[in-house]
């Protein structure tokens, strides 16, 4: 069975800092990228930041650059989400998503979703 679980959303003031983790069981992880996209209220499911399936490279979208980090550990089959400087524009529910083999910014090239965790910005 090929499951994704985001946990480590919840409630942050604006300038804070979250740490988002992806636990991955059923496939290699050594064959997916992992990506993390968000979805605010009312708006399009939008990628946030892509790891490799070697974690070797990763990208980012450029209104997360500079705050948000991604990484991966392949022996613990979990992939990280480190966002400081957190903004209200940052609110969402925050999703992982796994693609074989490269890394895509596109929702519909995706071929395994979690099931979300919420990251609420607010003061």
């Known amino acids: 069975q090929l499951q994704l679980v985001e946990s480590g959303g919840g409630l942050v003031q604006p300038g804070g800092s979250l740490r988002l983790s992806c636990a991955a069981s059923?496939?290699?992880?050594?064959?997916?990228?992992i990506g993390w996209f968000r979805q605010a209220p009312g708006k399009e499911r939008e990628g946030v930041s892509c790891?490799?399936?070697?974690?070797?490279?990763?990208n980012y979208a450029d209104s997360v650059k500079g705050r948000f980090t991604i990484s991966r550990d392949n022996a613990k089959n979990t992939v990280y989400l480190q966002m400081n400087s957190l903004k209200a524009e940052d609110t969402g529910v925050y999703y992982c998503?796994?693609?074989?083999?490269?890394?895509?910014?596109?929702?519909?090239?995706?071929?395994?979703w979690g099931k979300g965790t919420l990251v609420t910005v607010s003061s």
């Open positions: 998503a796994a693609r074989y083999y490269t890394c895509s910014e596109y929702v519909s090239a995706m071929n395994y």
């Open positions: 059923g496939f290699r992880s050594g064959d997916y990228s």
């Open positions: 790891i490799s399936s070697s974690g070797g490279s990763s």
